[in-house]
């Protein structure tokens, strides 16, 4: 059952390799002091040094496609990180993952990713924090302008009291004049 789950694996594999036990995280390790490029790295990986060519036609293609891509680039735009953008064109790229590398690859750094977003996250709250006050103010003055506009409504309903109320006694002397003594 396991056998056959294996051979399955094994028969989906596109590029052999002739790492054998090593992982691959552990060669790059182990080579990380050289100048070797990662298209350096995947031949000397897949190149069999008893038949003198790659392990697979498959590995070859993939080589030459990565080589030919690097090689239209101008001199000063063969870096390392270009390498690395060929490498994950080519063979393919997920996070955490690189094909042809091995499961356990540690992905790059997101710590300046982070370092940005937290940048902008404190500049957003810098300017929410500057229209809250303005808001505040705008809310503070308009209730002082309330204060006045209910502080003049007390002032004219007194005035439209005393005005009814003398109204009312003119009435009641107007009235009492035209029905005459009694």
């Known amino acids: ?5 294996n051979k399955s694996n094994r028969a989906k594999q596109q590029t052999n390799h002739t790492a054998g036990r090593t992982s691959f995280v552990r060669l790059r390790q182990i080579r990380s002091e050289s100048d070797e490029h990662l298209i350096d790295f995947f031949k000397e990986v897949r190149w069999s040094k008893k038949k003198g060519k790659f392990v697979t036609p498959a590995t070859e293609e993939k080589h030459n496609e990565m080589v030919a891509k690097y090689s239209k680039l101008e001199p000063e735009k ?3 990180d270009v390498v690395a953008s060929i ?6 790229h997920r996070p955490g993952y690189a094909r042809g590398l091995g499961e356990m690859v540690i992905p790059e750094s997101s710590r300046q990713n982070t370092v940005e ?3 902008a996250l404190t500049e957003r709250a810098e300017r929410h924090e500057k229209d809250a006050e303005y808001y505040k103010n705008q809310l503070e003055e308009l209730g002082g302008n309330v204060e006045k506009v209910l502080a ?13 109320e003398s109204q009312r006694q003119t009435q009641g002397e107007s009235h009492r004049e035209t029905q005459g003594p009694a």
Do not use: P
């Open 1 to 5: 059952m396991i056998s056959e789950k």
């Open 117 to 119: 977003k937290f940048a």
């Open 87 to 92: 490498f994950r064109e080519v063979l393919g």
């Open 152 to 164: 003049k409504q007390a002032e004219y309903d007194k005035l439209l009291s005393s005005y009814m």
């Open 78 to 80: 063969q870096t390392k």
